[in-house]
């Protein structure tokens, strides 16, 4: 799912910093920026059982206060319309389960462990029907019992675009699910039973929930720890928007409280059974989550290490606070990459590849990242790919033989080989002084490197732009970008969506049948080798067309108080690990 | 600014009655002295007036020479790229002075931390674009104020109803909501015109002269109530004189008092309101202004004081500075509000 924090133009009142899910190999290394090696595609335990193995040390009781800075959060709680990486990581961990989940161990891998289904799923051999066989001892917050029906009226919500306009389902169940053609989901579609959808079947008995697929779908136990493919109430108790105000937990804590962009409390759900869960603590008597905190002050709260810091976790750090952290936090300050590459992406008709390529050569890449307050090597790492680290198959290549760097006397040869016009047209967002900044050292960079720079300002998000074809300001454009971040590990949720032909944000409008035809085929190899295949594809479009310009990777910096517990962070969700910390007493 | 500037109440006018109880003028030879004239001897010995004009005169200074003076020290507003004179922290190497190293002389200020542009250059070009736009924007609110309180006071009836109308319903329209509307409206019509520094400008002024009017047109227009009752007016009006020239010739002279006050308290009101509009983010972004660097100062006031510190003096002392000399020249101008 794209990042709405686009390139140098990160949006203040970004609402959803959307994306989620998959994993890497521990936190990025930093200055080096070598993230290295992965086999998180295929950390998977399909055998793991609650309860959840004990953190070393952990203590009961205690309130943990989490600030997030400059974050707006959730809109609403609603499992089935969470598409974002702070609701997500949240309510997953401590809410709301779904048929699989993620499981982050001492060392910081992430595996792949089941949550309400009592395995990761049974697949038929092409992966067109999955079955979950559902544990019986998880409940509501009532006490009352998770069954099988409500398991599958979960996912059938999912199907609902018109209702959750914003939930990841409009993305994935209702490409791969049978019957989506017939059925618009229980709330839109009045003629159709959500039973009698082809899609998912139930049976209480037996506890189990089967999946129909329309295609091939090897990726089902991923998109099963999305909180969307968990249970809702039947009938009207979940009717939308109602329900996402007032969520009925079925994790470790449930809801006290809640005001959008403002405060989230959670308290002990003491109906939650640690036996039937393999991945969850309930160390803290209880969360308090600050919605769009001050970043300046909430840095100034945590470095403070006081009473109130003590027990608090904040999600992000500024630039400026950077380097007192690094001397003082030691370990609490937490650096964890997050599955996400920022692109410029040229107008594939308007420019040849020379062009592409002096436009690798001539945008600044670390003064742009240190005008716009990132930390040029920490929070941002030259990409080299179009995967990013930690996704199961990313090649390791080189366009060049060596990694882009700033070279405007390269850039300026390369232009002249050029048959095109070296205009660089982009946009960028005018209400946030750091996209200012940022664009205008990107226009001088580049200028310097021989083009003709035109930055218009806009007003609203970048991405309104530049995935609307009939805007004329986006017709004139030379180079768009698009920031994309993995729902999980797999080049499957990130090379179709942008570099398909007529993808959404496929921005740059890239399309070459020979590509189109090869990621057409990914799904039809046999599992094990599809990770492999589009680690070929990535490393095919970049050397033979090279379309984008990957800029960057995203790494995101935690900081906890000095009684938190096993400070670390989430690489499957790339938020804290809130599933594992506690309050030391 | 809906803000009051000055009350009417507050505002005299040149009196033109012999000063004899004028203690400058006790045991020497009675001489006439024009109301101007007696007004700046006044001024001239206030002490707090003198210091504040030369505040202020230092600052238009900077204003119109902040070419010149930045060809003088070397330096300029351009875009440098950042990442080679910065700290991890974003903060200046000490070698390009503070906060960790001394002040040189390539960069009298010091360098902004994240951009590393010179701080100095920023410093006297948002002084300019300060005093510019601020300066620009009380002429325009002054004319339009005068010019609708003028005909509003003396043609009296369904005009003076409907521009009271008009005066009113811009007074109950926020000034800030506003701004924050009609900024992003004329940005976004204006986004591809090669001139969209210029149209940000005029488009800033247009907004701090559209909402700064009114309270000028009320005090005119009741200066103007009660002058034009006056015998000089009346007579005026028996020979003839045709309104334009009366307005004009008439009353206009008779209203410099409360004019001068007037502009020069809504000088610094608009100083403020360009920088608090720029630190939202929502006045001029295409040049440098004192707001947006505060803006930036915020987060790094702890690692880079100085830093903050430079746009807010500027605007502290400027802004002082011009409200004290308006209160002085109140002071002098008004014979019954003597200290």
Not at chain 1, 553 to 562: A, C, K, R
């Amino acid at each position: 799912m794209r990042r709405t924090k686009p390139l140098a133009a990160l949006a203040v009142a970004s609402l959803l910093a959307l994306a989620a899910c998959g994993s890497g190999d521990g936190p990025g290394e930093g200055t080096e920026g070598s993230f290295g090696e992965t086999d998180a595609g295929k950390d998977k335990d399909p055998n793991a059982e609650g309860p959840a193995p004990e953190v070393e040390g952990a203590e009961s009781g205690g309130t943990i206060t989490v600030f997030l800075p400059g974050d707006y959060g959730p809109d609403d709680l609603d499992p089935t319309n969470g598409w974002s990486v702070t609701g997500n990581s949240i309510q997953q961990a401590l809410t709301s389960r779904s048929l699989t989940q993620y499981r982050v161990d001492s060392d910081g891998n992430a595996t792949l462990v089941p949550d309400l289904a009592v395995d990761l799923g049974q697949p038929n051999d092409d992966y067109t029907q999955w079955t979950f066989q559902l544990r019986d001892n998880a409940s509501w917050e009532d006490g009352s019992p998770i069954t099988a029906e409500e398991v599958a009226f979960g996912i059938a919500r999912s199907m609902d675009s018109t209702a959750f306009p914003g939930g990841p389902g409009t993305e994935y169940s209702t490409q791969f699910f049978a019957g989506a053609d017939e059925f618009e989901g229980p709330y839109t579609d009045k003629d159709t039973d959500w039973t009698e959808w082809e899609g998912v079947e139930f049976d209480n008995d037996a506890n189990t929930v089967t999946i129909n697929m329309s295609k091939s779908f090897p990726d089902m136990d991923y998109w099963g720890a999305f909180m969307a493919i968990g249970p809702a109430p039947l009938g009207k108790a979940s009717n939308p928007p109602a329900y996402g105000q007032n969520i009925m937990s079925n994790g470790p804590y449930k809801v006290e409280s809640f005001k959008a962009q403002d405060e989230l409390v959670l308290v002990k759900n003491d109906q939650w059974d640690p036996e039937s869960d393999p991945a969850r603590h309930q160390y803290a008597d209880k969360f308090i989550f600050k919605f769009n905190a001050d970043p300046d002050q909430t840095d100034q709260i945590m470095l403070s290490d006081n009473t109130e810091s003590q027990t608090a976790i904040s999600n992000d750090l500024s630039a400026s606070s950077y380097q007192k952290a690094l001397d003082t936090l030691g370990d609490r300050l937490v650096q964890q990459s997050a599955q996400c590459t920022g692109f410029l992406y040229p107008d594939y008709e308007k420019t040849d590849m020379a062009f592409r390529k002096a436009i690798a050569y001539g945008y600044p890449y670390e003064d742009v990242w240190a005008a716009t307050g990132q930390v040029p090597g920490v929070t941002r790492v030259q990409a080299n790919s179009i995967m990013p680290p930690g996704m199961a198959g990313k090649p390791d290549y080189f366009v060049d033989g060596e990694a882009f760097s700033y070279d405007p006397e390269k850039a300026k040869e390369l232009l002249a080989e050029s048959e095109v016009e070296p205009l660089y047209s982009a946009i960028y967002y005018e209400p946030d002084p750091l996209a200012v900044a940022g664009a205008k050292v990107a226009q001088k960079g580049l200028e310097e490197a021989g083009f003709t720079v035109k930055y218009t300002p806009v007003q609203e998000s970048p991405y309104s732009t530049w995935t609307n074809p009939d805007d004329k300001l986006n017709k004139s454009l030379t180079v768009r970008g698009v920031n994309w971040c993995s729902d999980w590990p797999s080049g499957s949720t990130f090379i179709p969506s942008l570099f398909r032909g007529g993808a959404t944000y496929n921005t740059g409008g890239f399309q070459e049948d020979e590509i189109d035809e090869m990621i057409a085929d990914v799904p039809s190899l046999p599992i094990e080798e599809q990770a492999d295949a589009w680690g070929d594809i990535d490393e095919k479009i970049m050397t033979e067309f090279f379309p984008a310009i990957p800029v960057n990777y995203y790494n995101n910096l935690f900081t906890f108080g000095s009684k938190i517990g096993n400070p670390s962070g989430d690489e499957a969700l790339g938020a804290p690990n809130y599933k594992n910390v506690f309050v030391m007493q | 600014m809906s803000a009051e500037t000055a009350g009417p109440e507050t505002l005299g006018h040149l009196s033109d009655e012999p000063k004899g109880e004028d203690p400058g003028t006790k045991g020497r030879t009675i001489t006439g002295k024009s109301p101007m004239r007696i007004a700046m001897g006044r001024l001239l010995r206030d002490k707090i007036a003198l210091v504040c004009m030369a505040v202020v005169l230092f600052f238009v200074l900077i204003a119109v020479f902040a070419g010149p003076l930045q060809k003088l020290f070397g330096v300029s507003t351009e875009t440098v790229l950042p990442s080679q004179f910065l700290n991890l922290d974003l903060t200046p190497k000490a070698e390009y002075g503070p906060p960790y190293g001394p002040l040189t002389m390539e960069h009298p200020f010091g360098i902004a931390p994240r951009t590393a542009t010179d701080n100095l250059a920023f410093w006297l070009e948002g002084a300019q674009n300060s005093l510019q736009i601020a300066a620009i924007a009380t002429v325009l609110a002054m004319l339009l104020g005068v010019t609708l309180g003028l005909l509003g006071g003396f043609l009296g009836g369904a005009v003076d109803r409907f521009l009271t109308f008009v005066t009113d319903f811009f007074l109950t329209l926020p000034f800030i909501l506003a701004a924050l509307t009609i900024a992003p409206i004329i940005n976004e019509r204006f986004r591809d015109s090669p001139n969209y520094a210029t149209v940000q400008v005029v488009a800033l002024i247009g907004v701090l002269a559209g909402f700064g009017w009114m309270s000028v047109a009320r005090l005119i227009r009741g200066e103007v109530l009660s002058l034009r009752e006056r015998e000089f007016v009346q007579a005026a009006r028996v020979m003839g004189m045709p309104t334009g020239r009366l307005l004009i010739k008439e009353l206009l002279p008779n209203l410099v008092a409360p004019i001068v006050v007037a502009s020069s308290l809504m000088l610094p009101a608009f100083v403020s309101a360009e920088a608090g509009l720029a630190f939202l983010g929502i006045g001029v972004t295409t040049r440098p202004s004192w707001g947006q660097t505060l803006n930036q100062g915020i987060s790094f006031f702890e690692t880079y004081p100085l830093y903050l510190y430079q746009p807010l003096i500027g605007i502290v002392l400027l802004v002082l500075a011009l409200n004290l000399l308006g209160d002085a020249l109140r002071d002098a101008l008004d014979p019954k509000t003597r200290r």
